[in-house]
């Protein structure tokens, strides 16, 4: 990148200030990470809109962290984000107003540009696919009180013991992992995200055993119930918790955020009438957004970029490849769905074609043969083959092509 065009971007992007943050610690924004050295003092050419800040001190020595810190951020165009070392605390704090005006007109004036850690743009398109529906709306309804996100605080996990095989390794290296060693961090008391209630069991009073099951069976009524009770109708507010939650659990190593994904996931993928009457496009746009977050999570040996020295702490790892996850036994069922249903989506096929080679390449997992999201399609002369419904010829055009 030529001066000239890097200065705009400085001028244009927003500025992360972060001020005497101790030498080692890991620092983070969206998917790319920085180790600190003794001259770094924050990130500039930030590009407007939803980032995630995460940051993990260390002991002197560099070897050991303590847990993941983070939280969310609306930037807007040339804003300057400044964020001060407590040292007693370890962790970053707000700074007063006449504070922040001094540093933005001292980050305008370039004073701290050679302390600035740039922006790695080239990544940016993959951040977006991540957080697409990610808007500043879906982040004051869900972030906790006072921003920060952190496993540390979560301590209704006890009561939320994990089920699966996949579940329990997770919570293991979780504490297991040099994440989760400092005790520094425990002053900090906090509330939770406040993340949209989903039943796992919905009961009705009045109703028979028959009546329930099938309730159970297919989630869509839930789905509706919730979209329009919690989410005031949205369909795109509901995406963005998906990925607030992905995101908080990914970057942030939050086991209440993955519950909470767990749970949005296992209720959109439960429902059996609303992909094929109801909710078409809703369940295109959550597909789409699922291959990403999978298709990210499981990538083998990321290159890392900013000289960190160091990769993202990724927890899709060898926990995923079990086939009694709760994943592998819903997309199984999902899949299966689409096989036997008499009309889709061609949009939604097409993204649920992708899903599933992803799986079957990334995770090796096998699914049934020889139906509606193997090939292309089906042959033209298979009498069973579902009955492909183009609901928009521009929306198909783009997701064939992203």
């Given amino acids: 990148m030529d001066p000239e065009t890097a200065l705009e971007y400085v001028k244009q992007g ?11 610690t890991l620092v983070g924004i969206d998917t790319q990470l920085f180790t600190v050295g003794p001259a ?5 050419m930030i590009p407007p809109g939803p980032h995630f800040v995460f940051y993990s001190s260390s002991s002197r020595d560099g070897k050991e962290f303590s847990p993941i810190i983070g939280f969310f951020i609306d930037a807007g165009p040339s804003e300057v984000i400044v964020r001060k070392w407590n ?4 962790r970053l704090v707000k700074v007063s107003e006449e504070e922040e005006e ?4 001292a980050v305008k004036s370039l004073e701290f540009d050679r302390h600035l850690g740039p922006y790695n743009l080239s990544q940016y398109g993959e951040w977006k696919r991540l957080s697409n529906y990610l808007t500043k709306n879906v982040i004051e309804r869900i972030e906790p009180i006072g921003g920060e996100i952190t496993v540390v605080n979560e301590s209704g996990m006890v009561t939320r013991a994990p089920k699966t095989t996949m579940e329990k390794a997770l919570d293991d290296q979780l504490k297991t992992s040099k994440f989760s060693a400092s005790a520094s961090v425990d002053k900090i008391k906090k509330r939770g995200c406040y993340y949209t209630s989903i039943p796992h069991v919905i009961k009705r009073r009045g109703m028979n055993r028959e009546e329930l099951t099938a309730l159970n069976l297919d989630k869509t009524e839930l789905l509706e119930s919730l979209l329009i009770k919690d989410y005031g109708g949205s369909e795109d507010l509901l995406l963005g918790e998906l990925q607030f939650a992905y995101i908080a659990f990914l970057m942030g190593q939050s086991l209440d955020a993955f519950l909470q994904w767990k749970s949005l996931v296992s209720l959109l993928l439960g429902c059996t009438e609303a992909p094929f009457h109801t909710r078409s496009q809703l369940f295109t746009k959550f597909i789409k957004v699922l291959y990403h977050q999978l298709k990210y999570g499981l990538q083998k040996d990321r290159a890392e970029t900013n000289g960190a020295g160091i990769g993202i702490s990724t ?7 079990s086939t009694d996850s709760f994943l592998h036994r819903l997309c199984k069922d999902f899949f299966m769905l689409l096989q036997d249903a008499s009309v889709v989506d061609g949009d939604l096929l097409t993204w649920t074609r992708k899903l599933k080679e992803l799986l079957e390449t990334s995770l090796g997992w096998k699914f049934q043969q020889n139906n509606a ?8 002369d298979d009498e069973y083959a579902p009955v492909v419904k183009m609901l928009d010829d521009t929306t198909y055009n783009e997701a064939g092509a992203a």
């Fill in 102 to 105: 001094r540093f933005y007109q």
């Fill in 14 to 24: 927003a500025t992360l200030l972060l001020l005497d943050v101790p030498q080692y």
């Fill in 315 to 321: 927890l899709l790892d060898e926990s995923w490849f």
């Fill in 87 to 90: 040292l007693e605390e370890e």
């Fill in 373 to 380: 999201v193997d090939g292309i399609f089906f042959e033209d």
């Fill in 40 to 44: 770094f003092k924050g990130i500039k």
